[in-house]
């Protein structure tokens, strides 16, 4: 992770040397990458690309607009590939890290709050991707799922556009709270990933005693 950071300032140096043109594309490629290989710090580029706005390298209506397209187009192909090609091809991609079993629980959560899951899947570290992968696998309408990304990467990418426009050059205190936000998170996240796989298990034991017991009493 620290490697990450490091690697992150040091392209943010690079992209802070370039002409407007070159901003505005590199910003759009990041929002829109991130999307697809996760380890790409899409939000620090969002709040630096929010900076450099705020202190007039850059316009800041464009900035705004070409993030918000790459968030939004990246999650949206995420989604076009995965509704195309459909669950075998994604689970043969993704082996041996996704399961059937895996992606059917996946499915059903999905069936039960996919609508709220896809507005703040913005909010949500390192699963962007995977959330375009089971709307698309789970045939969410593509009218819908547009409207859903849409309003999902307008909520997050304007509050980072707001803190990123209004610290000046304390910008690296609104990825330092980021960062301690997403490890909270995550944290959270495993957390309740390891009480469920617990609470599961208890389950299944409770079940086979419970099925047990017929054969216990005729003997």
Request: charged share 15%; hydrophobic share 50%; with cysteine.
């Amino acid at each position: 992770m620290e490697y990450l950071s490091q690697l992150g300032v040091s392209f943010l140096t690079f992209l802070n040397a370039q002409p407007p043109g070159w901003i505005y594309f590199f910003l759009f490629l990041g929002a829109f990458m991130e999307n697809i290989t996760p380890p790409i710090p899409g939000d620090m580029l969002i709040v630096f690309g929010a900076y450099l706005a705020g202190v007039g390298i850059i316009g800041l209506w464009p900035a705004y607009f070409v993030m918000w397209a790459g968030s939004a187009l990246g999650c949206m192909v995420v989604y076009g590939v995965s509704f195309w090609k459909g669950r075998d091809w994604i689970l043969h991609l993704g082996k041996p890290f996704v399961t059937v079993e895996s992606l059917d629980k996946a499915e059903v959560w999905f069936q039960r709050y996919g609508d709220k899951i896809v507005v703040f899947n913005r909010f949500m570290p390192t699963v962007r991707m995977f959330v375009g992968v089971v709307a698309g696998v789970s045939r969410m309408h593509p009218v819908r799922m547009t409207l859903y990304v849409v309003l999902g990467t307008f909520l997050w990418n304007s509050i980072l556009v707001y803190f990123g426009v209004t610290v000046g050059e304390n910008w690296q205190v609104v990825i330092d709270v980021m960062n301690a936000y997403n490890r909270v998170l995550m944290g959270l996240m495993v957390a309740g990933g390891v009480g469920y796989w617990f609470w599961r298990r208890k389950q299944k034991s409770r079940h086979g005693q419970d099925a047990s017991d017929p054969m216990d009493r005729q003997v």
